[in-house]
């Protein structure tokens, strides 16, 4: 049960942070129609991180009975930095529009085949929200890789920037296929998708694309890791500062 | 006062301002803009809603499914550059629509038939 | 047709309730009021995504997070609507968006105070909106076509808008005596603004009687004025807050709640940009402007590209 708690979690977390992240464009994008795309795929990967958050609440109550129990908003306004297990990537400030859309794209590779394999999950609750989310990433897939060629393949100068977001978020998309202990063990208890074995159908695809951008795949190199373990940058902190305030300030009040 | 006379021939829209290759009159870019149709369920035709912005048509679709389709408003998306529209012009409107209001005889109402006259 | 006999049919066209369409030959003068107006209202929207977005990532649950993502995407929407009927004027977006970045052009002097709490977010949907959907329901019969259908699809839009404001105000004057006063703060500081928003009284407004004529406006800024007054005393009985007006009581003979004096000084200066945020409203719009020029003409160069290439196949085969 702990380990289906915390693999759900997991998918939660990066759901949250990236959707948190994707909001802040909001108000601020390069033109009315992409801002208003992008804060569509916000609202999805908010949406996932709800039907996870609840779902892993109603794990959580129905092993540990509390006088106060979980709910959505206490697993992702009452958490410290250490208990939240989303990908470092996500957490990582949004920096320019090239690269809010490469780690869209980064991370939307990763979920279309997840949410592939998870809609067959021994775990019914699962397969239904990956079959739901699934029809989101389609779309996000296909909108972050548009962008992600657009860019590459644009000006002079977006094409810099694509290599320099590259540079910047290269670094992280090897956790995506590092697997923590509990997603080891849930891919044991037949619910969770084996990530190791995602990483080919991602590579080919990002090398597709990356390639159709006029952007060369890095050479292979140290990748960070750490977040799916509750290890994080600086910079999750400051993202659940701001995410949380008003829980923390206000202690036990409704909303 | 100072009066405008001048008449527009495509669309909405005056050719100048309709993007695309037309020449630029400002420094700074403007994406073509597009007419936006849709249709909001299966059987009935495609209608106007709006328009936006974007550099092709693969992009306006997809700006148009992201603009207009968030309340499930549609199910199938047209969209045309603005400036590809050919409109008929409101001058030509006595000729071209007022011949017709005389032409009673082609509306089921004209035909004084009795009451016991069914299913016609 | 002379100059006079066209504006004649004009006008009889907008005596009898007929639409104005963008072909249709109109006054150059009739023209600039509406793209005047109809550009202020777009920056309304626009400028008024920032307020309220300061708050999306602070929201304080999941539910209220998803809930004001979605109301201040739709105020894009609403922007980008307003824009697509100034272009069909004949002003381009990029044009009057430079208006608005140059401060040549108005937006609603409302979004130039900050919002300081959760409770702002509440007041904004419940008065701010309020006070924008009156304006923009009679605005879908204004008489020109393509500003009336924008706004049909605004107040459709907008119908839950000032529902979620209200709810949030509720749930806030019904919790702990610290969401209470948080209540109480908001709509003490946005009820005066919002009573701006109707503009100048009727006798200082200085487009207001030939827009009549035109029916671009329909109702004048007091009448709007006074029909909002009479819903938010009412509304504001059911949180159990109070209206920060000590003149404001029930006239029983004219069925009005009468008001006090709004501080017109204050409105002026905000209008002239002496506002708590004009300047830091504009500064904001103006950067995401700056830094997706990049952007814009990456996906144009891109696109002139691909179009290219598709050229240069269809001549090989």
Redesign the interface.
């Known amino acids: 049960m702990q380990t289906l708690i915390n693999y759900t979690l997991y998918l939660a977390d990066n759901a949250l942070i990236l959707a948190q992240r994707n909001a802040e464009w909001c108000g601020h994008g390069p033109i009315l129609e992409q801002d208003i795309a992008l804060t569509n795929i916000s609202l999805d990967l908010l949406g996932q991180s709800r039907s996870f958050y609840q779902y892993a609440a109603q794990l959580i109550n129905a092993e540990h009975p509390s006088a106060m129990p979980a709910t959505e908003d206490s697993l992702a306004y009452l958490r410290d930095v250490f208990a939240f297990r989303n990908i470092l990537m996500n957490e990582l400030p949004n920096g320019d529009w090239g690269q809010t859309v490469l780690r869209q794209f980064f991370f939307s590779a990763y979920q279309f085949p997840l949410f592939e394999r998870m809609k067959h999950s021994s775990d019914a609750t699962l397969a239904a929200i990956a079959e739901k989310s699934l029809k989101e990433v389609t779309y996000h897939l296909r909108w972050s890789s548009e962008w992600v060629i657009r860019l590459g393949d644009g000006t002079e100068e977006s094409h810099s920037r694509m290599e320099k977001a590259l540079d910047e978020l290269w670094t992280y998309t090897g956790e995506i296929f590092e697997p923590a202990p509990y997603e080891k063990a849930a891919v044991e208890a037949g619910f969770g998708v084996d990530a190791t074995s995602l990483k080919d159908a991602w590579m080919e695809r990002v090398s597709n694309i990356l390639q159709e951008a006029t952007l060369t795949v890095p050479a292979p190199r140290w990748m960070q890791t750490g977040g799916k373990e509750g290890k994080h940058s600086e910079h999750l902190g400051f993202v659940l500062a701001e995410m949380q305030f008003l829980q923390r300030a206000y202690p036990n009040a409704t909303w | 006062?100072?009066?405008?006379?001048?008449?527009?021939?495509y669309g909405?829209?005056?050719e100048e301002?309709g993007g695309g290759n037309t020449a630029k009159t400002?420094s700074?870019?403007?994406?073509p803009?597009w007419e936006v149709f849709i249709r909001s369920k299966q059987g009935l035709d495609h209608k106007h809603v709006?328009?936006?912005?974007?550099?092709?048509a693969?992009?306006a679709i997809?700006?148009a499914?992201?603009?207009y389709t968030?309340?499930m408003e549609g199910i199938s998306i047209w969209v045309v550059e603005s400036k590809y529209i050919h409109?008929s012009?409101?001058d030509d409107a006595a000729a071209f629509y007022e011949p017709a209001n005389d032409k009673v005889y082609r509306h089921p109402t004209f035909y004084d038939l009795p009451d016991e006259l069914k299913h016609m | 047709m002379s100059v006079q006999e066209l504006e004649k049919i004009f006008q009889q066209k907008i005596d009898q309730e007929i639409k104005i369409e963008p072909k249709d030959w109109m006054p150059e003068a009739y023209r600039k009021t509406l793209v005047r107006q109809i550009s202020q209202h777009a920056h309304s929207e626009i400028i008024g995504m920032l307020p309220e977005g300061n708050w999306i990532t602070r929201a304080p649950s999941l539910k209220r997070k998803a809930i004001l993502l979605a109301k201040v995407q739709d105020e894009a929407g609403h922007g980008l609507y307003l824009y697509a009927a100034t272009e069909t004027l004949g002003t381009s977006r990029e044009q009057t968006m430079d208006d608005l970045h140059s401060g040549k052009a108005k937006y609603s002097s409302i979004f130039n105070y900050p919002t300081l709490t959760w409770g702002d977010i509440g007041a904004i949907g419940w008065l701010v909106d309020g006070a924008a959907i009156l304006n923009q329901v009679m605005l879908c019969r204004t008489s020109y076509g393509p500003y009336s259908r924008a706004n049909i699809r605004i107040c459709k839009e907008e119908s839950f808008h000032q529902r979620q404001g209200f709810e949030i105000l509720l749930v806030l004057s019904q919790g702990t005596p610290e969401q209470k006063a948080i209540c109480q703060d908001a709509i003490n500081r946005w009820w005066w603004p919002s009573l701006m928003m109707f503009g100048p009284k009727d006798g200082e407004s200085t487009h207001s009687e030939q827009s009549t004529i035109w029916k671009i406006k329909r109702k004048s800024n007091d009448e709007l004025r006074q029909q909002f007054v009479n819903m938010i005393a009412e509304q504001v009985k059911i949180l159990g807050m109070t209206l920060p007006d000590a003149d404001l009581k029930y006239n029983e003979q004219t069925k009005n709640y009468e008001f006090g004096e709004i501080d017109w000084n204050e409105f002026w200066n905000v209008v002239k940009g002496n506002g708590p945020c004009n300047k830091q409203r504009l500064d904001t719009r103006r950067k995401a402007h700056e830094n997706g020029a990049w952007v814009r003409a990456a996906a144009e160069a891109h696109s002139a590209k691909r179009a290219a290439r598709k050229q240069e196949q269809a001549k090989v085969a």
């Open positions: 006062m100072n009066i405008n006379i001048t008449k527009y021939y909405d829209i005056p301002k400002e700074t870019a403007n994406w803009l709006g328009s936006l912005h974007a550099t092709d693969a992009m997809e700006n499914r992201d603009v968030r309340r409109a012009s409101p």
